[in-house]
């Protein structure tokens, strides 16, 4: 299978990586708008692959089975279409778009193209939360009664020109990081009812949104932001309360995934990571593959078996979209928003 990245940023490097890793896959292209420094990254990890200014150049001058979009998220629409109509199988990185028209489009595109596509909501695929949701399904627990989720950061400064503090190409904290939480929710339970947000603002707009989501049956509550100090680093964490049990995990304090159940002493869920754990190139917010490796296996294996992926596909994505579409609308409003 032949692989080419738009975008070899922070997130387009971890990607190469994984393709460099996976059996029957071969990154053979990448294509982006800074050739120089482009190169450099290429030559720096060892790549094989060939560079090329944008997509319409790699497509006229190199064969590829799959197009993998790591671009700012502003751009992700007109070349997923591109892709797409060019009969591509497609991954983009989340969030999809950042309008519901333009998530549409791209179905709409994949659809006639018959083409496969899978989107980057990577913590459906994260190991600890692959777990909880296990356990959440088990029932060994009991009933799940209330979930809170947190997603915490410094404000980036890793984006090519900036991108991801301009509200415009990136949506802010909200729909860049906040969103992977919204994803996991509806994941879960499906859509909610209702969502009642508030946020706080800075210079990327909403820079920390917090969401209280309407279910029958349990309380769900979920945080993201990027307002953190310089030194603060990263965050992703969960406490999930049942009937019986509790399950928690922080990627920042080091403790693993830890189960509590019943009148029995708190022990470690052992959960099973992927190949390579670590990113090597020292860019970004988070070092570890995790979730990223499992998605692209699961993708990529999809694509060799001529079967269409289950897991964050467009129409999933675009219900968190339209999830968090809503969460904004109830910042802006102050009030609680109907689905």
């Known amino acids: 299978m032949k692989v080419a990245i738009i975008g070899l940023g922070f997130m387009g490097g971890m990607h190469a990586q994984i393709y460099s890793a996976l059996p029957g896959v071969d990154l053979v292209a990448v294509a982006d708008l800074n050739a120089e420094s482009t190169n450099t990254k290429v030559a720096k990890m060892g790549l094989s692959a060939q560079v090329f200014p944008d997509l319409k150049t790699l497509l006229t001058n190199i064969e590829v089975d799959v197009i993998d979009i790591c671009v700012p998220t502003d751009k ?50 994260w190991p600890e939360y692959v777990a909880l949701k296990e356990f959440i399904d088990s029932g060994k627990g009991g009933a799940l009664k209330s979930l809170s989720l947190q997603r915490r ?24 990081l906040h969103v992977h939480d919204t994803d996991f929710i509806i994941h879960l339970f ?24 309407q279910y029958d049956d349990v309380v769900v509550h979920a945080e993201g932001g990027w307002d953190y100090p310089q030194h603060y680093g990263f965050c992703m964490a969960f406490e999930a309360v049942f009937e019986h049990a509790s399950l928690t995990f922080n990627s920042a304090s080091g403790a693993p995934l830890t189960l509590t159940l019943n ?25 570890s593959l995790g979730g990223y490796f499992n998605e692209l296996e699961y993708f990529t294996n999809c694509v060799k078996a001529n079967k269409a992926p289950e897991i964050a596909t467009v129409a999933q994505a675009t219900d ?9 609308q109830s910042v802006q409003s102050g009030t609680v928003v109907s689905l």
């Not at 997923?80 to 989340?94: D, N, R, S, V």
């Not at 404000?155 to 860049?176: F, I, K, M, T």
Request: glycine letters at 8%; charged letters at 20%; one cysteine or more.
């Open 320 to 328: 968190s979209i339209r999830v968090l579409l809503a969460e904004l």
């Open 190 to 213: 499906g859509l909610p009812k209702s969502v009642n947000s508030q946020a706080t603002r800075g210079r990327s707009g909403l820079d920390h949104i917090f969401t209280s989501y």
């Open 76 to 125: 992700h629409a007109e070349l997923a279409i591109t892709a797409a109509e060019a009969g591509k199988h497609l991954f983009i990185e989340k969030p999809l778009s950042l309008t519901l028209t333009n998530c549409e489009l791209i179905q709409a595109a994949i659809s006639k193209a018959g083409v496969f596509a899978q989107v980057g909501q990577c913590i459906r695929f």
């Open 153 to 176: 950061a410094s404000r980036p400064s890793y984006s090519q020109d900036d991108w991801l503090n301009d509200e415009v190409r990136s949506g802010g904290a909200a729909c860049d």
């Open 263 to 287: 009148d029995q002493p708190s022990t470690e869920m052992a959960v099973v990571q992927p190949g390579p754990k670590e990113s090597t190139t020292g860019e970004g917010n988070i070092s």
